[in-house]
């Protein structure tokens, strides 16, 4: 069992920067690919960022592609979303979730474990 626990959300203008962590406790932390997700009101689930359970491989999408960055520290059990550039596009429930599957997993099924979420939203 794997405990999830989001902070860093918040209500910033267009332009800024904001950083998501989250941080896990229970089973190794280390053996988990961990992705942020995020859903829009009237929208589906997203996958926005994965990183693997070493750190060396990443994913984005397309949208966040050079303005997020995913990183993790195992040693400390957490993993981190920086945001910059914000836009209000990027307003959203944004939540982590770790899985058991190996490389950069980009379903919603292949996730085992989630946060309870965090708000971000973006004013133009």
């Known amino acids: 069992q794997v405990q999830l626990v989001e902070s860093g959300g918040g209500l910033v203008q267009a332009g800024d920067s904001l950083r998501l962590s989250c941080a896990a406790s229970?089973?190794?932390?280390?053996?988990?690919?961990m992705g942020w997700f995020r859903q829009a009101p009237g929208k589906e689930r997203e996958s926005v960022a994965t990183?693997?359970?070493?750190?060396?491989?990443?994913y984005y999408a397309d949208s966040v592609k050079g303005r997020f960055t995913i990183s993790r520290d195992n040693a400390k059990n957490t993993v981190y979303l920086q945001m910059n550039s914000l836009k209000p596009e990027d307003t959203a429930v944004y939540y982590c979730?770790?899985?058991?599957?190996?490389?950069?997993?980009?379903?919603?099924?292949?996730?085992?474990?989630w946060g309870q979420g965090s708000q971000v939203t973006v004013s133009s």
């Open positions: 990183i693997s359970w070493s750190g060396g491989n990443t």
């Open positions: 979730a770790a899985s058991n599957v190996l490389g950069v997993p980009l379903r919603i099924q292949e996730y085992d474990y």
């Open positions: 229970g089973r190794t932390f280390s053996s988990y690919a």
